[in-house]
T-cell receptor
Framework: DVKVTQSSRYLVKRTGEKVFLECVQD?????MFWYRQDPGLGLRLIYF???????EKGDIPEGYSVSREKKERFSLILESASTNQTSMYLC?????????????FGPGTRLLVL | KQEVTQIPAALSVPEGENLVLNCSFT??????LQWFRQDPGKGLTSLLL?????REQTSGRLNASLDKSSGRSTLYIAASQPGDSATYLC????????????FGTGTRLKVLA
């Protein structure tokens, strides 16, 4: 079974702090994704990566950056956390593109920025 | 731009009922459509994936259908159980715009014992 793990389930940070969210997958997937999920807005794509050191902006990249130094690890960075970044953050990975691509999700990190 | 809609937003049914969840999408140029389950405070679990060339997929008490030309998919749950209570999301992978899945906002299902 594919396993996607996220470093924290719950996180409380102060406004202005730099925040690191880590995601690790154990199935050698090329593609990795970071989403945030908010009530009424659904899942929105922040960034994705299709290979080591490669990244693409999603729909809402402002205020975020990412790092993919190793294939299994995809980090989301909040450079200066703000209260409007309080959300549920979900990481996902997938092996191939096209008709058979299936996304596998981690358990999520609920971030509260005070 | 692809948009995915799920109606209703919430549904409450007695145990044992057969039920249908709906998903509609605006652009029929898709690779596949995936149904997910999300329990409160948890990540998403994939239930079924239907390729664009397929009409339906089945897994146990779940059956998902796809009508690409009309931009619709349904998830049928037979003999619902309290353990089916969760939020169900659909997501489409468009052929335009690589690597992106577009998600609906989900249907929150409660099955009453």
């Amino acid at each position: 079974d594919v396993k996607v793990t996220q470093s924290s389930r719950y996180l409380v940070k102060r406004t202005g702090e730099k925040v690191f969210l880590e995601c690790v997958q154990d199935m050698d997937h090329e593609n990795m994704f970071w989403y945030r999920q908010d009530p009424g807005l659904g899942l929105r794509l922040i960034y994705f990566s299709y290979d080591v050191k490669m990244k693409e902006k999603g729909d809402i990249p402002e205020g975020y950056s990412v790092s993919r130094e190793k294939k299994e690890r995809f980090s989301l960075i909040l450079e200066s956390a703000s209260t409007n970044q309080t959300s549920m953050y979900l990481c996902a990975s997938s092996l191939i593109t096209g008709v058979l691509e299936t996304q596998y999700f981690g358990p999520g990190t609920r971030l509260l920025v005070l | 731009k692809q948009e995915v809609t799920q109606i209703p937003a919430a549904l409450s049914v007695p145990e044992g009922e057969n039920l249908v969840l709906n998903c509609s999408f605006t652009d029929s140029a898709i690779y596949n459509l995936q149904w997910f389950r999300q329990d409160p405070g948890k990540g998403l679990t994939s239930l079924l994936l239907i390729q664009s060339s397929q009409r339906e997929q089945t897994s146990g008490r779940l059956n998902a259908s796809l009508d690409k030309s009309s931009g619709r998919s349904t998830l049928y749950i037979a003999a619902s159980q309290p353990g089916d209570s969760a939020t169900y999301l659909c997501a489409v992978k468009s052929t335009s715009g690589t690597y992106k899945y577009i998600f609906g906002t989900g249907t929150r299902l409660k099955v009453l014992a």
